[in-house]
């Protein structure tokens, strides 16, 4: 089977649903493989090291269909033996605010769900949202330069906003992206009971030059730091046009508890999962990295 540019049919169709759900940008779902649908699945060939040359074969469809499989395992309680439950720190499923493709729910550790329910409750009863592109990563998800296998979504310590929630519509996104500096975003959101504010808002499409607007909003990114959250710096080529992807400005991670050269990745890992669950997979040959020396 051959789908490429020009190609237009079912096939076509679930190839565009399956970047979607993804987090790709094919464009319209209507089974029309055109520009945006190529371009989608170069950026997926590009980020699975395969062939990028924007032909869904084999290769790519089986590629496509696996990480398809891992994102909906994502979305379910990971399964642990009745003995272990006790010694493991549970997974807690949350709320989150559906929005677009967003998820409305998703799986914390659960120190890291209490703090986040904190957080949601303030935003929520201000009048603004919490949306959601998923936390818990499996552990037999990609690896690669956007994805890393020293990830805080493996121990259950991470979160990420739906990434279509911010950066794309000033006017009327559920969140408003202002730069700090040293490539770091402070992100708002919109709600009735906040503050009124005056704000530069960047886009994907106008990322160092924002335009100043004006609403209530609330400053979540203070709320997610008050909680024991920390941001992430965007990829340094999100400025010089690479993929909207390496903005980062979605994701918070909870580094409460972690004890600087000390605390290590694996000891987090075996405190989510059983270490008959780790062996053989991609983030336990990095068990052995240390907090704030070569783990962050």
Sequence with gaps: MIIKNGCQGEDVKSVQEILKKLGYNPGLIDGIFGEKTDNAVIQFQEDYCLYADGIVGQNTWGALHNELAINMDEQVHPLTS????????AWVRVPADKYRDGYDRFFLREDVATAYMKIRQ????????LTSSGARRALN????ASRSA??????????????GSGMENRARDPFV???EGDRYWRVFARAEGGEKMELNAVTYGARRQGKWITGKFIDITTLFEKEGFKRIR???SFFSGGSWLGAEWWHFQYEKGLEKDISTFGGELLKVYTEGQLQETPPWQYRN???SVDWF
């Design 150 to 163: 020293t990830s805080f979504h493996y121990i259950g310590r991470a979160l990420d906003l739906f990434v």
């Design 177 to 179: 992206v202002t730069p």
């Design 289 to 291: 990295r240390i907090y």
């Design 122 to 129: 303030q935003v929520v009863e201000a009048g603004g949202k």
């Design 82 to 89: 009745h003995n272990m439950q006790k010694e493991l720190l």
């Design 234 to 236: 965007a990829r340094r």
């Design 141 to 144: 998800a990609h690896v690669g």
